[in-house]
Every structure is written in C-alpha cells, then in structure tokens.
Nanobody, 129 residues
Framework: QVQLGESGGGLVQAGGSLRLSCAAS????????MGWFRQVPGKEREFVAG??????????GDSVKGRFTISRDNAENTVTVYLQMNSLKPEDTAVYYC????????????????????WGQGTQVTVSS
C-alpha cells in the first residue's frame, strides 16, 4: 500500500522557519524522484522544490530559491523527504503537498504535476505578517 504522509506544517511569523517532512512507503521510492508543491485556493498547484532519486540534483521554484532546501533520506523501507523553509513570507502561505514519480532512476528533477504519480494529503503552512 502506497503511503505519502506530510508533517511539520503550522503557523509561523514572517521571517521564521519550518521544516516539512514526507514519509513515503509501499514502493521503491528510493529509486524515484520526489518533490514538493503548494496550492492556495483558486490557483493551480505550484512547483516548490524537487530532488532526483539519489539526492544529488535539486531544483527550486523561483519564488523560493535561496530560502528553501529540499533533501532526502533513502532508508530501506521508508524514504523521507524534507523541505527546510527559512525566511518565510506571508505569500508562502499554502497547503504543501509531497509528491513522488514512478520513473526509476531519473537523473533529472521533475518540476510539473503530470510528472508525479503519487501525492500526499497535504499540510497547511500559514505565515502571519
């Protein structure tokens, strides 16, 4: 059974930090690219950060470059992907989703929603001004 579970969301003041985690199990996620997206009501889901299967290649949306860092821990049974978010701004407020592809050992970072096959339920991040 495939499970992607996000945690770490919450309420933080502008300028603060949060660390999101996503635990993925039920497939060989250690071989798959993974990413984080976010969405606010009435808008399309936006790419935030992505990481290839090995963790050696990452990419970020323009609005978060220099502030967010994605990383992963490829443990045997459960892969955990992290999103460290620093210098948070009110415009970072959104529901954040973890996603995983099913393309094995892709060198590239995947940046669009159709690239991903598995999605978590999302975690709310609210940044107050």
């Amino acid at each position: 059974q495939v499970q992607l579970g996000e945690s770490g969301g919450g309420l933080v003041q502008a300028g603060g930090s949060l660390r999101l985690s996503c635990a993925a199990s039920g497939r060989k996620f250690s071989s798959y690219a993974m990413g984080w997206f976010r969405q606010v009501p009435g808008k399309e889901r936006e790419f935030v950060a992505g990481i290839n299967w090995s963790g050696h290649t990452t990419d970020y949306g323009d609005s978060v470059k220099g502030r967010f860092t994605i990383s992963r821990d490829n443990a045997e049974n459960t892969v955990t992907v992290y999103l460290q978010m620093n210098s948070l701004k009110p415009e970072d407020t959104a529901v954040y989703y973890c996603a995983a592809s099913s393309i094995s050992h892709s060198i590239s970072v995947l940046t669009t929603t159709p690239d991903y096959d598995y999605w978590g339920q999302g975690t709310q991040v609210t940044v107050s001004s």
